[in-house]
């Protein structure tokens, strides 16, 4: 019976390290690498799901991590006056 829980710690394990948050850079690198895989049509089913979710999650951090990062950026006006950067007027 021992195996079953090794099994449930290296799932505890896995889930911690999931849960850890990836830097924008780490998140879009690995979605990048899953897109990979799934566009190579060799992922079985289940895998594929569960790449899906994955990636999905990782699309999801990304897009916050843009969202926040625009709210952040400023740039100066011609009265040298911090305004929120419009990407429209340059």
Same mark, same amino acid.
């Given at each position: %019976? +021992? /195996?079953? !829980? $090794?099994? $449930?710690? +290296?799932? +505890?394990a @896995?889930k $911690?390290a999931?849960? #850890? !948050?990836p #830097?924008?850079?780490q998140a879009? +690198?690995?979605?990048?690498t899953i897109v990979a895989? %799934?566009e190579s049509?060799q %992922?079985p089913?289940?895998? #594929?799901? &569960?790449?899906?979710?994955?990636? =999905? @999650?990782l699309l999801?951090?990304?897009q916050?991590s843009? /969202?926040?990062v &625009?709210q952040q950026?400023?740039v100066? =006006?011609?009265r040298?006056q911090?305004?929120?950067f =419009?990407a429209?007027?340059?």
């Amino acid at each position: %019976m +021992s /195996a079953p !829980t $090794t099994k $449930t710690a +290296s799932k +505890s394990a @896995a889930k $911690t390290a999931h849960e #850890s !948050t990836p #830097s924008f850079e780490q998140a879009y +690198s690995e979605l990048e690498t899953i897109v990979a895989r %799934m566009e190579s049509g060799q %992922m079985p089913l289940e895998a #594929s799901l &569960e790449a899906y979710k994955h990636g =999905n @999650a990782l699309l999801e951090l990304c897009q916050k991590s843009l /969202a926040e990062v &625009e709210q952040q950026v400023k740039v100066l =006006n011609e009265r040298q006056q911090l305004v929120a950067f =419009n990407a429209d007027h340059e």
